[in-house]
């Protein structure tokens, strides 16, 4: 994606929210939803992110959520890649998937927040795979992990 491309979709305000994929070498932090049947995709591997608030950027949401859930602070200038993704349960919206890397010395500050039963730096391979990922975030790593090959 362009650079304009890029700015154009971190400012886009029909995405409904965003979710963020970030990278230690092959690892990429993740957490396990919790268990309750009310919410979206019930005890799964999902990536930090979540709904879009009044008056907020896809990359203010981007912030303040993993804010909210590891407790960290992450630039701005942090992200290298975005693009939409769809999500199908429990009814079809879009949003914005970005990716980066995140420094060790973050990873070490992560204070988890009260959403969700745990957390880990996942090996890509592992999340990519696991049968209780979130199928979407899944299929977007992918897109996003083989892409750096190439």
């Given at each position: 994606m362009s650079r304009n491309g890029f700015a154009a979709l971190l400012e886009d305000r029909s995405l409904?929210?965003?979710?963020?994929?970030?990278?230690?070498?092959?690892?990429?932090?993740?957490?396990?939803?919790?268990?309750?049947?009310?919410?979206?995709?019930?005890?799964?591997?999902?990536?930090?992110?979540?709904?879009?608030?009044?008056?907020?950027?896809?990359?203010?949401?981007?912030?303040?959520?993993?804010?909210?859930?590891?407790?960290?602070?992450?630039?701005?200038?942090?992200?290298?890649?975005a693009s939409r993704f769809l999500k199908y349960e429990p009814q079809r919206i879009e949003g914005a998937f970005l990716a980066g890397q995140i420094p060790q010395e973050l990873v070490d500050a992560i204070v988890f927040g009260d959403e969700g039963q745990c957390w880990e730096m996942m090996p890509v391979a592992r999340f990519l795979s696991h049968p209780f990922g979130v199928r979407e975030l899944q299929a977007s790593v992918a897109l996003f992990w083989d892409g750096l090959d190439g």
């Open positions: 409904i929210g965003a979710k963020v994929a970030l990278f230690r070498g092959e690892t990429i932090l993740c957490y396990q939803r919790d268990d309750f049947a009310h919410i979206p995709d019930p005890g799964r591997w999902d990536l930090p992110g979540g709904l879009r608030e009044p008056g907020e950027t896809i990359l203010d949401c981007a912030l303040r959520e993993v804010q909210e859930e590891f407790g960290i602070h992450l630039s701005p200038q942090g992200f290298d890649y």
